[in-house]
């Protein structure tokens, strides 16, 4: 067994076969997730004041966005056509629990905290880097929520930081005025790799040290990507495209493994890209990379990409 294989496993094996048993839940009119039965406002309405603050729309930095991730939306753009895709399909502020599997850095709650405007509090799957730490034990506890007949979206993906100078993998924070490193896991990483590709570091199989056992178990997720990161034009650039192509076998491992936890009559929508963090003053992004949705237990029965992809 290599070590990516180890490195998936392990994030799998939080798992235990109760936590694939159907949960029998009681209702009440408002959960600890602010689902809220009869919540039916418009979802137009709904994006609207998620982004009644948010930043004007810079057309200069959105070209500089746009050269170094063709085909990122906006969060603005992202949210209201998903949303209103998914509205057709039945979702609502009501019947509809969001999960996400973000880095844990503060930037990265941004989209979070845009779909939570319309669908409430969200079911956390992630760790660093947006690996979906939670693993099959957490899936299936998330996947007990989930409304009886009702919904669930599922967003996930790495985050990359995108300065006003145009500097990938850097980001300007509120209060700091340090230009930052973002996302400081997936460098890290980045450099790990870099170092046993280059021959200056030896690798081992010391990846489960319990003081920082999810920075190691990325390190190790991103070794199979080492000549790839350093054949690329642009590290940086290169380097979200790498983890999220992990995180996405890993989190469709999940899924099937978790799938007998999908209540009958559930749809799930599965959302994964790029988050692209920007400074304060300018608004956040996203590449989409994957868009389908779910019935019968965790098989795809459309994939709704193209919806985003012509935005």
Request: net charge negative.
């Amino acid at each position: 067994m290599n070590l990516y294989t180890a490195a998936a496993l392990f994030i799998g094996s939080f798992a235990s076969a109760t936590a694939f048993a159907p949960s029998i839940l009681t209702c009440p009119s408002v959960s600890p997730l602010n689902i809220v039965v009869g919540d039916d406002m418009d979802v137009t309405g709904k994006v609207k004041a998620v982004f009644a603050n948010s930043p004007e729309p810079d057309a200069n930095f959105e070209k500089l966005v746009r050269s170094n991730f063709p085909g990122a939306l906006s969060n603005k753009d992202l949210v209201s056509t998903v949303v209103d895709t998914l509205a057709l399909k039945g979702y609502s502020g009501s019947n509809t629990l969001l999960a996400t599997s973000f880095c844990g850095d503060e930037l990265a709650r941004q989209l979070e905290d845009d779909f939570n405007g319309i669908y409430g509090n969200n079911f956390n799957l992630g760790g660093l880097s947006g690996f979906p730490f939670a693993g099959n034990t957490g899936f299936g506890a998330m996947a007990s929520h989930i409304p009886d007949d009702g919904y669930c979206l599922i967003v996930y993906g790495p985050h990359v930081g995108l300065a006003a100078d145009g500097t990938v993998g850097k980001v300007e924070r509120s209060g700091i005025d340090l230009i930052d490193n973002c996302c400081a896991s997936a460098i890290l990483a980045s450099n790990y790799v870099k170092s046993i590709t280059d021959g200056n570091l030896v690798l081992t199989t010391q990846i489960q040290k319990s003081q920082d056992f999810q920075q190691g178990i990325v390190q190790e997720l991103m070794l199979p990507y080492g000549r790839r990161l350093s054949d690329a034009e642009n590290r940086m650039v290169e380097l979200p495209f790498a983890i999220f192509e992990s995180q996405d076998m890993i989190m469709s491992e999940i899924i099937k493994k978790g799938s007998n936890a999908i209540k009958k009559n559930v749809g799930v929508a599965l959302l994964g890209g790029v988050q692209i963090n920007t400074g304060p003053d300018t608004l956040d992004y996203f590449l989409p990379l994957r868009f389908d949705f779910m019935v019968d237990k965790g098989e795809v029965f459309e994939n709704m990409l193209p919806t985003l992809v012509k935005v």
